[in-house]
């Protein structure tokens, strides 16, 4: 089917912010999107990546806590060992619906009814590409699988979800088809997944309006990063009418990760006004437990939990921020249990040297200023970092004539004078 939004309707989109003339927001049709994370499934499909029984009841527990109302648990089919975990987080009996992904085939089924989950996205190719060339099939003996193993799992007591894999390079005539189908024979929901990551924001967005305006099934986006997108793509998705999402912690996932939940969580809250459930507070120690278990560390700039993230030095953003945090922030680091921290570098001003050498108890004198900030300037250059509290005292008793202090102890807890001499 072709998507029918002409270039005037998204004019009139982009003037009035509105996607049709509703006078509404799509994302507004769901006040609450639901959370099916997959951090324990796709997350750990990173290669590399193997949790433990006791890491993944970890991260059960931990999301769990976070308000986290889904969880994609594991693969029946890898075998008894995988299945014994699911068991055991099942047996947990959180507060939350467990899921199981497997193929549309007897025996991934058969596998499942071994774990206890409640749900199972059964998933199979919907593009050309991988029918043919993955599966050896054709559309019909796709659907008639649909038919035989939807309402096969339904009497062995499972919701289904059926996973549309390979979606985004599918027909989408086709795509409506199987949806139909699938909700004929008993499906609830309907997993759209970007399997390579090939999609866009604009594209996802009419997509899952078209999607939606056909059907009452709940509509579920599987976003891939290749691109970078996937986060993007995630909040298109709703704003195009999807009920769920899927994310991981941190972004884990095949090759460039998926949508990471901590991106989800804050930006479907203060973008969209759309909540999730999930506690923004416990996202850090999520992540940190996440990159513990799979060995991954975030980079220092990761969106919401990188550890630079609300570090800030360019002389023009810290004085802004002393004046009113609001001048250079767009997310508050408190909702997160975190705040601001300000460092001196290449870019630095007075204000934030003197702001730094007061949290040291030295109150700087005007000639002081200038010749601290190039002391600053030539470490940073040379050492690629930000000196530390010890080094930054250092420079302040070689600026006041003493030889450089050979610290035996820590010295961020020695009282110093404002004229420098150690007591």
Not at 295 to 313: I, M
């Amino acid at each position: 089917m072709m998507i029918n939004n002409s270039l005037d309707n998204r004019r009139n989109d982009a003037m009035t912010g509105c996607p049709d003339n509703s006078g509404k927001y799509s994302a507004t049709r769901w006040k609450q999107v639901v959370i099916d994370d997959t951090t324990l499934r796709d997350g750990e499909q990173s290669a590399g990546i193997a949790f433990t029984v006791e890491e993944k009841i970890a991260i059960a527990q931990g999301l769990a806590a976070a308000g986290v109302p889904e969880l994609e648990i594991g693969i029946p089919a890898m075998g008894e060992e995988e299945q014994y975990t699911m068991r055991a987080i099942v047996d947990l009996r959180l507060p939350l619906k467990l899921l199981g992904w497997c193929r549309l085939v007897d025996a991934d089924l058969a596998a499942a009814k071994n774990t206890g989950v409640a749900m199972i996205d059964l998933s199979v190719p919907v593009s050309d590409q991988q029918i043919r060339h993955k599966l050896g099939r054709t559309r019909k003996e796709v659907l008639k699988d649909i038919k035989r193993l939807i309402p096969k799992a339904l009497d062995a007591g499972f919701e289904v979800c059926l996973g549309c894999e390979d979606a985004s390079r599918a027909d989408l005539n086709y795509v409506q088809i199987v949806m139909e189908t699938a909700q004929n024979v008993g499906a609830r929901r309907i997993r759209f997944a970007d399997t390579v990551g090939i999609m866009e924001p604009f594209s996802v967005a009419d997509i899952f309006r078209m999607l939606r305006e056909g059907s009452d099934l709940e509509l579920e986006m599987h976003a891939h990063n290749d691109f970078g997108l996937a986060s993007a793509n995630t909040m298109a998705a709703v704003y195009g009418g999807a009920t769920h999402i899927n994310t991981t912690v941190n972004g884990l996932g095949e090759r460039a990760g998926n949508a990471p939940l901590e991106e989800a969580v804050v930006a479907l809250r203060h973008l969209y006004q759309v909540e999730t459930g999930v506690d923004s507070g416990r996202l850090m120690a999520l992540s940190d437990l996440v990159q513990r278990a799979s060995g991954r560390d975030v980079g220092w700039q990761k969106s919401v939990v990188g550890e630079g993230v609300f570090t800030h030095e360019a002389g023009i953003h810290v004085d802004g921020l002393i004046k009113d945090p609001r001048n250079y922030q767009g997310l508050d680091p408190a909702e997160l249990g975190r705040s601001h921290s300000l460092v001196l570098g290449k870019h630095s001003g007075g204000r934030t040297i003197r702001h730094c050498y007061t949290e040291l108890g030295i109150e700087l004198q005007v000639w002081q200023v200038d010749p601290l900030l190039q002391m600053v300037r030539t470490f940073t250059s040379q050492y690629k970092r930000v000196p530390q509290h010890s080094e930054l005292h250092n420079f302040y008793l070689q600026l006041c004539d003493f030889e450089p202090l050979v610290l035996q102890r820590d010295v961020s807890k020695t009282p110093i004078t404002k004229g420098g001499r150690v007591q």
